[in-house]
């Protein structure tokens, strides 16, 4: 009976933890638990996403990335990354779906800074279809969002993802792409290229009125990678700033997690870079 009744409270304990939003930690690549485990306030399904890798001067992104965040390198190198994906599953903790907003194609482009020691990244740019949450994340999350125009169509085993920002009738910022994977799934090792690129569980934003940063916390399972092979046939994401000559550096691709997403915080003065 008492064997009964302990299994009983683990199995309890186990829903406690999926219901409370945190997923079962990972045993083969663990990750760090945001500290405040109760405190998210949105849920997320990030699927088919495409990772890939730009090598950009770092005189180019110090114009473009607030002064007091400091520009992340991997070996002396900075990076840019686009990532588009499908946005699946959207609700706020304890509200059941808001309609038309919970599955639309999403892309970004970011980049990967620090404030003090606490690594993440930062978006220069996010690209959505529905106008709703392009307006919400503005407001609440002070990210650049701009709605675009979307056509995604899933293939056999990838994604064929077109995207042309609204607003503009010629040189709008676009994106056109067919991606797959082509590698068994594994998880980027700590140190290597790949873990620095893509396990980022903290984004950054700046208030356009006060210029004070922002972080925002993260949480999901350890990507789990594949290689990923590229047919680019346009892309103009970053032109108002730079261009993104040629295929990427780096492609992976992942099939998908599930994100919660904590509030955003003010960065504490004694976080910041000293420079």
């Known amino acids: 009976m008492s064997r009964k009744r302990n299994l009983k409270r683990s199995a309890q304990g186990k829903r406690r933890d999926m ?13 760090k638990r945001p500290s405040d485990q109760k405190g998210w306030i949105m849920r997320q399904t990030w699927e ?3 990772f890939a890798h730009w090598v950009v001067p770092f005189d180019v992104l110090r ?4 002064d007091s965040l400091q520009i992340d390198t991997f ?8 990532i588009p994906f499908m946005m699946t599953g959207v609700r706020m903790r304890g509200l059941p779906p808001i309609p038309f907003t919970t599955t639309f194609p999403e892309i970004n482009v970011r980049t990967y800074v620090k404030a003090g020691q606490k690594s993440g990244i930062y978006f220069l740019s996010l690209d959505a279809s529905n106008p709703m949450i392009t307006a919400i994340a503005k407001q609440w999350y002070r990210l650049p969002y701009a709605r675009a125009a ?19 009738t010629d040189g709008a910022e676009a994106f056109h792409a067919s991606y797959r994977p082509v590698s068994d799934c594994f998880f980027a090792e700590s140190g290597t290229l790949e873990y620095w690129l893509t396990e980022r569980y903290t984004l950054f934003c700046e208030c356009s009125r006060s210029k004070k940063i922002f972080h925002a916390d993260v949480y999901h399972e350890p990507w789990r990678l594949q290689k990923a092979s ?9 032109q108002a700033a730079f261009s993104l000559e040629g295929t990427p550096q780096l492609a992976l691709y992942a ?3 599930q994100s919660l997403v ?8 004694e976080g910041k870079p000293s420079w």
């Open 230 to 238: 590229l047919e680019l046939r346009e892309n103009t994401m970053t």
């Open 19 to 31: 219901e409370g939003g945190l997923p079962i930690q990972s045993t083969i690549h663990p990750i």
């Open 63 to 66: 114009k473009l990335v607030p």
């Open 75 to 82: 070996e002396g190198q900075a990076w840019v990354s686009i």
């Open 262 to 269: 904590w509030p955003i915080k003010p960065v504490k003065s």
């Open 48 to 50: 088919h996403l495409l």
């Open 150 to 168: 979307m056509q995604v169509v899933q293939e056999s085993e990838g994604l064929h993802f077109q995207s042309k920002r609204w607003g503009k």
């Open 255 to 257: 099939r998908g997690v």
